[in-house]
């Protein structure tokens, strides 16, 4: 950025000989030329106090000259001293959208993020006492002649081959906009307000099915109970052993990785891979300043971190910090990584904001264009794609017992347990929402009491059930918009394909890797012959040849 965005105004000292030529009199000048000066100026000022108090008494004349220096005082306050608030105040951002011509769209947009709250603006004889900042963030809406105000997506391809999902276009702002639309307050959590976790020392192993050690075991009265949403809740979300989340708990973390994860207080890139399944993807099209406010982590086992021997140090890959978990709770890979995907509020306790991608995706852009499109713009707490091709959480059950995904047992179970409370098959008397089935490889979300009891439900059945979070996704969003008209901003999978690439897991491309034909290069390169179309093939010629053997 230039200097001149330090809010330092051009004009505000001018030349000497020009201030000297417009009447002000210069900085140095005779005794004597100043001695007369001084002794015409208190004639004029006598002769003009006689003029006055002839025709006003004294005590008037006292009232006006108190009038007369309270406004100048006054004038002189308001004017120096917003001088000097602006001067100090756009240095906050400075480094992120001052002299950019972008920043006069971000100025023209419409907050409307005031609170309720019955706050009057009082005037007084000074001036006019504004209300005070908003204690909830709302949402904005961009200026009318905005792009992505008439953005629209394009039809699909009409290549018929083409029938699998692919990415879209998506409509984001630059990068200096979107920092500068971050909210400043939380967004409104309803009903919930206080959130706390069971620490349980003691485990009670007897419970009707389901749980584990690491998320306790909680019976059907105290699911129930996590149900009914309330302002002040005490529930199971996992870690219920050991002093916090990381230390003693299972999926333990060493101290110097946890106290970096409680300064991160802003946003959160977080991925895991576990049993050496993937090959770490680094982030694309981040700007600098994310670089430098985001934190990236990529949580790993023994075995992945015995696999990236040598290809780090400083405990770093690029952008990603490598954090060894150890004990993990679960022999099922899958399950462990629901914790870092599902429970990152427990974490990272500070974090605003977090952005949860499977270890298998390569992040393509920034990650402050992605909360704005998906969260701040529309005025969302979490948001996840929906699934390109199922909607229906029987459907979704039936597909995972078919590929293997799980014991079909299990799943019938599970599937089984939800009609009994009421899950129906998706149609189109459930909109607005528009699907039951996420595409869970990608969580957006703002770390506020809602959200995280939403995680921490949804976890609570993955521990109880089956690792097949899209089965018990519905559920527990539909338990929570019946009592608080709280939901989750589903978009497409395709926008969900534009800020994220899918690559194949480390066993699928050594498979690819092997079946793959040898390559041979040669140094002269030979053209093959043309084939020339026989004049004599066909029917006619076939007849020919027929007739002669006769």
């Known amino acids: 950025m230039s200097g001149g965005s330090l809010g330092i105004r051009s004009g505000s000292y001018g030349s000497l000989d020009k201030q000297g030529l417009n009447g002000v009199l210069p900085i140095q000048a005779a005794s004597a030329t100043r001695t007369k000066a001084y002794s015409k100026m208190l004639k004029e000022k006598e002769t003009l106090i006689h003029w006055i108090c002839k025709f006003a008494g ?38 992120l959208a001052l002299n950019n011509p972008l920043i006069n769209v971000v100025q023209s947009i419409r907050i409307d993020n005031w609170t309720s709250l019955a706050v009057s603006v009082k005037e007084t004889k000074v001036g006019v006492m504004h209300p005070p900042p908003p204690s909830y963030f709302l949402g904005y809406t961009l200026p009318p002649g905005h ?46 307000k206080n959130l706390t976790y069971i620490f349980e020392e003691n485990l009670n192993r007897e419970t009707e099915f389901g749980g584990s050690d690491f998320g306790g075991y909680p019976t059907l009265k105290q699911r129930n109970d996590s149900y009914d949403i309330r302002e002040s809740m005490n529930m199971h979300c996992g870690f219920v052993k050991g002093c916090k989340p990381g230390h003693g708990t299972g999926f333990d973390i060493y101290d110097s990785d946890l106290l970096e994860m409680e ?64 004990d993990l709770p679960y022999t099922d890979g899958r399950r462990n990584g629901k914790i870092p995907k599902l429970l990152l509020h427990r974490l990272f306790p500070n974090a605003r904001y977090s952005l949860w991608i499977d270890g298998k995706l390569e992040l393509v852009a920034d990650p402050y264009q992605i909360l704005e499109r998906f969260l701040w713009r529309k005025n969302a707490t979490l948001a996840i794609s929906r699934h390109y091709k199922r909607f229906d959480v029987f459907v979704e059950a039936e597909a ?30 459930k909109h607005p929402i528009t699907s039951d089935v996420p595409e869970g490889c990608v969580i957006i979300r703002e770390h506020i009491p809602i959200s995280n009891l939403f995680t921490c439900l949804w976890f609570n059945e993955v521990d109880r059930f089956t690792s097949r979070d899209q089965i018990s996704f519905s559920t527990v969003r539909d338990k929570i918009a019946a009592k608080t008209n709280w939901t989750v901003n589903m978009f497409l999978d395709c926008e969900r394909r534009n800020f994220v690439i899918q690559k194949y897991h480390k066993d699928v491309l050594a498979l690819l890797a092997q ?22 093939s066909g029917a006619r010629h076939h007849r020919k040849v027929s007739k002669e053997i006769v």
């Not at 004294?58 to 917003?82: D, T």
């Not at 017992?401 to 899950?423: M, P, T």
Request: proline content about 9%.
């Open 58 to 95: 004294r005590k008037k004349v006292g009232m006006l000259l108190l009038c007369v220096i309270s406004a100048a005082v006054f004038i002189w306050v308001v004017y120096f001293g917003e001088d000097q608030e602006n001067d100090n105040g756009s240095k906050v951002n400075d480094n």
């Open 147 to 192: 792009p992505c105000n008439t953005f629209t997506l394009p039809p699909p391809p009409a290549d018929k081959k083409r029938t699998g999902p692919r990415p879209c276009p998506v409509c984001y702002l630059p990068v200096e906009e979107a920092v500068a639309l971050m909210p400043k307050v939380p967004s409104f959590s309803p009903v919930i």
């Open 263 to 326: 300064q991160c207080n802003g946003v959160v890139v977080a991925s895991a891979i576990f049993g050496a399944f993937d090959v770490i993807q680094q982030p694309r099209n981040i700007s600098e300043y994310s670089k430098q406010t985001v934190c990236f982590y990529m949580f790993v086992d023994e075995e992945t971190e015995a696999d990236l021997k040598g290809k780090y140090e400083n405990n770093k890959i690029g952008v990603w910090r490598i954090v060894l978990v150890r």
């Open 400 to 429: 995972n017992k078919a590929a293997g995904k799980y014991d079909n047992a299990s799943i019938d179970h599970q599937v089984e347990f939800y009609k009994r409370e009421g899950l129906t098959p998706y149609s189109e008397a």
């Open 515 to 536: 079946r793959a034909p040898p390559v041979i290069y040669s140094s002269q390169r030979k053209v093959p012959p043309r084939r020339r179309r026989d004049r004599k």
